[in-house]
């Protein structure tokens, strides 16, 4: 099928776009100790996306353990100290 389609569109199909990373995490509570972490995506020079990509995920998460885990895995490493 994408040999009918025009060279542009093609390109614009088969393209996965910029790849994108959480600029902002917003958390907000949800029902019965849940939460829900809703992640504002940008590209590495802090763009919001225009290739058709979405510009937010959101995860439900269970518990405040879970929540903990979760932001722990997006902030990654954490920095390291300087000596003096």
Avoid: C, T, W
């Amino acid at each position: 099928m994408k040999d009918s389609l025009a060279p542009e569109v093609s390109k614009i199909l088969g393209s996965k776009g910029k790849k994108l990373s959480a600029h902002e995490i917003h958390v907000r509570r949800a029902q019965k100790g849940a939460f829900i972490a809703k992640h504002l995506l940008r590209d590495k020079d802090g763009n919001h996306p225009v290739d058709g990509q979405r510009g937010e995920a959101e995860y439900a998460l269970s518990n405040a353990d879970e929540l903990m885990s979760h932001i722990k895995e997006h902030l990654g490493a954490e920095p390291q100290e300087e000596d003096d």
